[in-house]
């Protein structure tokens, strides 16, 4: 799961098993989420968003969860890839449309 | 697809010079966003822009400036760079609408010697 602090939490994942990377967010006002994925060397990429007014939203191969009672998301990654392979963030949009981010998480895709 | 592109990959100055980070985005986007990205402290904001012209500052504005002129251009500037200010820098744009997804950059990696 997430964590803020000098090292990036670590998901080391078989290919073809699921992967669920989790997140907590602090601001309970917060309505609306987004996961990025970012690859060594490139900017962070769109991957899948939820409202608050959602509890689950899937796209391809992925899925968001979000429980607001406890102020936690999670993405859960089916039948995961070597090109899942990443640093996956969690975001928060406070106000006016900024983000906040949290520290990351590294998923590791072993063959 | 959105696009969003910094003028450079990898980028090496001196200590004192003066640095210009540029962004350009092709999806006529309202908001303009710099980050900054290091290792174990994720994303910081330094500065940001919803329109031309108008800035906001981040959660880390020293030691930066920014300049707006036209709607698809976002520059970054470091007036008198330090070793401390090396790092990631990530561009983003957004627009004002229904979501407030943020596009990325491919980023550029500034080293300050």
């Known amino acids: 799961g997430e964590s803020v602090g000098l090292h990036l939490p670590t998901l080391s994942v078989q290919e073809g098993d699921n992967s669920i990377i989790n997140c907590a967010y602090s601001?309970?006002?917060?309505?609306?989420f987004i996961w990025y994925k970012q690859e060594s060397g490139k900017g962070p990429q769109f991957i899948i968003d939820i409202r608050s007014n959602m509890d689950k939203r899937q796209g391809q191969r992925v899925t968001v969860l979000l429980n607001k009672t406890v102020k936690h998301l999670s993405l859960q990654i089916a039948a995961t890839q070597p090109g899942d392979s990443a640093v996956y963030f969690c975001a928060e949009v406070s106000s006016w449309g900024k983000l906040q981010f949290g520290a990351g998480t590294q998923v590791v895709v072993t063959p | 697809d959105v696009k969003v592109t910094q003028s450079s990959r990898y980028l090496v100055k001196r200590t004192g010079e003066k640095v210009f980070l540029e962004c350009v985005q092709d999806m006529d986007h309202e908001n303009m966003f710099w980050y900054r990205q290091d290792p174990g402290l994720g994303l910081r904001l330094i500065y940001f822009?919803?329109?031309?012209?108008?800035?906001e500052k981040g959660d880390i504005p020293e030691g930066y400036s920014v300049s707006r002129e036209k709607k698809e251009r976002f520059s970054l500037i470091l007036e008198s760079a330090s070793t401390n200010q090396t790092s990631m820098y990530l561009c983003?744009?957004?627009?004002?609408?229904?979501?407030?997804?943020?596009?990325f950059g491919p980023g550029t990696r500034l080293t300050v010697l």
């Open positions: 601001n309970s006002a917060s309505d609306y």
């Open positions: 983003a744009s957004s627009s004002t609408g229904t979501t407030d997804t943020q596009y």
């Open positions: 822009s919803y329109d031309v012209k108008m800035k």
